[in-house]
């Protein structure tokens, strides 16, 4: 059974920047696509940014796009996001998962859809204020 840490998260003034951590145990993810999500308070999960299996392609959502990076290290089985210029509206509970493919999360769309998920692990919270 694959096990999803994240980690990283915390209070930052908008500006700022965090760099949040999930690290995949139980099976190596290296042949998989990585990617993160984001729920805010009474909203469905968001996709954010996902990378390929070998780290060379990546994409990211709209809102975050300039300011986010996603890399990965599969020698440490862990994926890293990397946020900067945070905004008031990146408060959120991030989590990450495991793609279907090689390439993206879902198996004809990079963003997945986050519906394609049933099990999500505790994510990492972010509280960005303004």
């Known amino acids: 059974q694959v096990q999803l840490v994240e980690s990283g998260g915390g209070l930052v003034q908008a500006g700022g920047s965090l760099i949040l951590s999930c690290v995949a145990s139980?099976?190596?993810?290296?042949?998989?696509?990585m990617g993160w999500f984001r729920q805010a308070p009474g909203q469905d999960y968001e996709f954010v940014a996902c990378i390929d299996y070998s780290g060379s392609r990546t994409y990211y959502s709209d809102p975050v796009k300039g300011r986010f990076t996603i890399s990965r290290d599969n020698a440490k089985n862990t994926v890293y996001l990397r946020m900067n210029n945070l905004k008031p509206e990146d408060s959120a509970v991030y989590f990450c998962?495991?793609?279907?493919?090689?390439?993206?999360?879902?198996?004809?769309?990079?963003?997945?859809?986050?519906?394609?998920?049933?099990?999500w692990g505790q994510g990492t919270r972010v509280t960005v204020s303004s």
């Open positions: 139980g099976r190596t993810f290296d042949l998989k696509a």
């Open positions: 998962q495991i793609g279907l493919t090689s390439q993206g999360m879902g198996a004809d769309n990079v963003q997945g859809p986050p519906s394609i998920f049933d099990s």
